[in-house]
């Protein structure tokens, strides 16, 4: 979150009626998320993603279409309107309002040889996931990075796209479904990805330009449009239900409600506390709602009870913290996203004990940081099966995207909790893709202290395992039952089979729920006994 306010006045914003033609004119000129890579040079354009323009500048010295783009769109450059106008059509642009001119030639027109325009929005390039060329449209300067501040008169300005917002979109359970519910779109990142699977998307957001913000980005993205209303969480959605529930919320726990774009207004994580007990009742049988959000670590409760206090009854939830700070180092982060630390010192200075002063109150020593999704589920609603709520902390690297690791984990607890230990035994499973065993001991040493399980993929896990288990895991290619293997394992090692049966099953749940074994099939019961070849 964070960008640099141009102005002190919130300009008018484009308005779509001609974004066919510039989407064409934009792909034409290779203005994609591609085009500017080969056009800056990873370099380049990893310091733009840092809000650093200088190495952009340097590299759109020319006159080609694509670098007047970038100089427009994407520096807000003044651009001379005879190059813009080889670039895009020029007079659908400016009379739709996504570029501006305050210079005129002798004959009164904007196109004259010394005429300039520049651009209203930001207009990013974004790479969709299956190569779509997709544009994120969103206020000056606050397109990505937190270089700046917005000063707090500026709370109505709309962001694009953060590395929070491709998270959600990473992590967004992506199979088809008939509604979609983007709470808080923003610029309208999440409510195109939905587009792309819903046959109806509904997006809200309490600040009316979020929405305009929205209509644009769908329509220079070629997508369809959505059902855009105004208001604050579920209020503007009036009872309806969805199959897909996604928000990146305005989840910073600050004192006061200054900026609406990152600001809840609500007390401590109350927002977030709110949103998510909500959202049982706005999802269908099956449905997920799927959240980034921060919650505070609370002098004598446990982070963990705390969250599980939140899941709403008749779901399942999985929720993991990604990251955890300790009120200062949140203090300056957000005080620096809003500038604060740009003006007078002792307003700085005042506005730092404000936020510990909140905290104090509140006994917060830490907040936490991570996703949050629920699956609602008609046999959890009804107490034919207990909810599964898994709440975890993993700072460590993870592969994107992780949608269909998502809906996979539950379907893993669905298999899990519908069986016992003989039904257990009597399934097969399968070693799980780019899964590696290692071994760890000293050097020269004939036999390792401990032997891990690692995923390349998805989460990325790494358990401990013993002997048994480790051999297990390796000959799980779903052909033999979990308890014939553990029959041969004993014949092999002289354990007792039936004391195998019995002790093994616990590490085969824990291998099955992280993801290192997938069930492939059920057999009929079985008793120990019988060899394998």
Known sequence: MGCVSTTSTIPSLPVPTHAARLREALLAADFTADGLLDLLGAQAYAALARSETVPALRATRGDSPVETL?????????VPAARAAAALPLDEALADGWLTTDVEDAEGTSTGSHAVVRATVD???????DGEDWFIVSDLGCAVGGAGGIGKKDEGVVLGVGGASTTLAGITVRTPVATALDLGTGSGIQALHAA???????????????????????????????????????????????????????????????????DGGMAGDDLCRALVRQAGDRLNDGGYAQFLANWQHVDGEDWQDRLRSWVPTGCDAWIVQREVQDVTQYTELWLRDSGDHRGDPDAYREAYGR??????????????????????????ASGAVPASVVVEEWPHPVEQ?????????????????????????????????????????????EDP????????????????????????????????????????????????????????????????EEGFLTPAGAGGAEAPGGAVG
């Open 196 to 262: 792309q699977h819903a046959t109806l998307v509904t997006a809200t957001d309490l600040n009316p330009r979020a929405l305009d913000f929205t209509r644009l980005t769908l329509a220079l993205s070629g997508a369809r449009e959505a059902e855009l209303l105004q208001g604050s969480l579920f209020e503007p959605v009036d009872g309806d239900t969805y199959d897909l529930v996604v928000s990146n919320p305005p989840f910073v726990i600050s004192p006061g409600a200054g900026l609406t774009y990152r």
């Open 355 to 380: 936020w510990l002063d909140e905290f104090e109150e509140r006994g917060t020593k830490a907040i936490g940081f991570g996703w949050i999704t629920l699956r609602r589920s008609a046999a959890v």
């Open 70 to 78: 970038v100089r427009l769109f994407l520096l807000q450059q003044d």
């Open 401 to 445: 995207p992780l949608g269909d690791t998502v809906r996979a984990h539950f379907e893993r607890q669905d298999y899990l909790r519908e069986r016992d230990d003989a039904a257990l035994l009597a399934d097969r499973f399968v070693l799980a893709p780019e899964v590696v065993q290692e071994q760890v001991g000293l050097p020269g040493a």
């Open 123 to 129: 207009v990013r390039p974004y790479g969709g996931p």
């Open 449 to 512: 202290e401990h032997v891990l399980l690692r995923q390349n993929r998805g989460m990325r896990r790494a358990t401990r395992v013993d002997h048994v288990a480790a051999g297990f895991a390796g000959v799980c290619d779903g052909t033999l039952s979990a308890g014939r293997i553990l029959d041969a394992i004993g014949q092999l090692t002289g354990e007792d089979p039936v004391a195998l049966r019995d002790r093994t099953p616990q590490a085969i749940r824990l291998l099955v």
